[in-house]
């Protein structure tokens, strides 16, 4: 009886752990858009995730998650699904468990109307908007199915968010067509009073699994993110009160600063897919990650055979990318920044390398981009409270200033 109590304690300690803090709902897999890259596939139908599937994930969530976590609502286009939209977030109203989650919504900005500005405030909800850039140029690969570019509808979208007082954070996937123009997306971010970015990578995968060739070098990606830093210190020390924050930069920064604690999941090593971070599809099948939905490699398992609890323990997958690590890589595990960096994207290292158990293209960029702000940060040559918020940056800068010598 003893061992029985011991094995059953073992296995509800495993289920507690295996916790995810962040899940994206894929709403809809219908898009009005068709951007040349599209991890996933968007617009290659119009199912729409059933309002009873979205809340059982969400129910067996907060049941193994006793902390508040976080609800992103993907597409697709999430704003071609109002009814399930507003079914949802009534839904939601209704659980005990409604105060401790929060909810945000990645759109691609060309439906949002006066009605929808109203419904975000109404429910709290965060608005992401993707954005590639500021000319039909850079802003190139978004475009209708007619090839007609978005530019113009995102930017009277986000016009209208900001009309109705709507915090918005803008969403860049980088390549070599935008890369040295981010200085360009902050500069429009500042005009519109926006204060939250991010420059996410490419991934090869969906409708750019042949456009490997947009992805920019190491070398590249570090010289535009270095102009990025400097610009976001100039503009941060000049106007304290409206900081802009660059979220990669900000973690990468937090990583530097507090690296046992590698807060953000996508910069931590392994990088929480699976466990920390879960993707429900239109149909049942939940996956390790929003950019492998629709890989059957990387599916978890599916709500209609299986609860979310039994899926976790039981999934390979899950197993294969825990196993993911600057531990378990041998050019992370000899390198010298491994304390601060997280081995790259995993999805990014599979889908370009075709393994996990590689670093991910972004490297050289890492190789590059740490040693740069580890030595403004340890030589106090840079206030990271500028490029982060986080909340004792100063003091552990200033504590670890002496000690730069030993990293």
Same mark, same amino acid.
């Given at each position: +009886?003893?061992? @029985? ?10 289920? $507690? ?14 898009? =009005? ?31 193994? $998650? ?7 609502? %993907? ?16 839904? +939601? ?45 850079? =802003? ?22 900001? /009309? ?11 390549? =070599? ?36 060739? &947009? ?19 100039? %503009? ?12 990669? &930069? ?6 530097? &600063? ?6 953000? +999941? ?11 971070? @879960? ?42 990318? $825990? ?14 920044? /491994?304390? %601060? ?26 190789? /590059? ?20 918020? %986080?909340?004792?940056? /100063? ?13």
């Amino acid at each position: +009886m003893l061992d @029985l109590a011991k094995a059953r304690w073992l296995y509800e300690r495993k289920a $507690n752990h295996a916790a995810p803090t962040a899940i994206v709902l894929k709403t809809t897999r219908a898009c =009005n858009l068709r951007c040349s890259y599209c991890y996933s596939y968007g617009g290659s139908d119009s199912r729409v995730l059933p309002l009873d599937l979205a809340m059982r994930m969400v129910d067996e969530v907060s049941a193994l $998650n006793g902390l508040p976590f976080t609800i992103y609502l %993907h597409g697709g286009e999430p704003l071609l699904c109002e009814d399930f939209l507003v079914g949802f977030v009534s839904a +939601m109203s209704t659980r005990d468990y409604y105060l401790r989650v929060t909810i945000g919504v990645q759109t691609n900005g060309t439906l949002i109307t006066q009605r929808w500005a109203e419904f975000f405030r109404k429910w709290c909800i965060g608005v992401g908007v993707s954005l590639d850039g500021v000319s039909r140029e850079t =802003n190139r690969f978004r475009t209708f199915p007619t090839k007609e570019n978005c530019l113009d509808r995102v930017v009277g979208g986000l016009d209208i968010l900001r /009309k109705n007082g709507i915090a918005v954070a803008l969403l860049t996937v980088v390549t =070599n067509q935008n890369v040295t123009h981010l200085l360009e997306i902050l500069e429009f971010a500042k005009s519109r009073g926006i204060t939250d970015l991010v420059f996410n990578d490419f991934i090869p995968r969906g409708y750019g699994s042949s456009l490997g060739d &947009l992805m920019p070098s190491g070398t590249t990606l570090f010289e535009a993110m270095k102009e990025v830093v400097n610009w976001l210190v100039c %503009h941060n020390s000049a106007n304290p009160h409206s900081r802009i924050y660059e979220r990669n &930069l900000s973690y990468l920064v937090r990583n530097i &600063l507090d690296p046992e604690r590698k807060p953000y +999941m996508c910069l931590s090593s392994p990088c929480g897919a699976g466990s920390k971070h @879960l993707a429900l599809d239109v149909d049942g099948t939940v996956y390790a990650c929003d950019v492998f939905i629709g890989d059957p490699e990387f599916a978890v398992g599916n709500l209609y055979r299986q609860t979310l609890r039994e899926m976790m323990l039981s999934s390979s997958v899950v197993k294969r990318l $825990n196993a993911r690590s600057t531990s378990s890589i041998k050019k992370c595990f000899e390198c010298e920044i /491994k304390p %601060h960096c997280s081995g790259g994207c995993a999805a990014l290292a599979f889908y370009v390398n075709g393994v996990l158990d590689k670093e991910a293209p972004t490297c050289d960029y890492y190789r /590059k981009m740490i040693p740069f702000l580890r030595t403004q940060i340890y030589d106090q040559l840079l206030d990271p409270s500028l490029l982060t918020r %986080h909340p004792y940056g /100063k003091r552990i800068g200033a504590r670890c200033s002496g000690h730069g010598s030993e990293l």
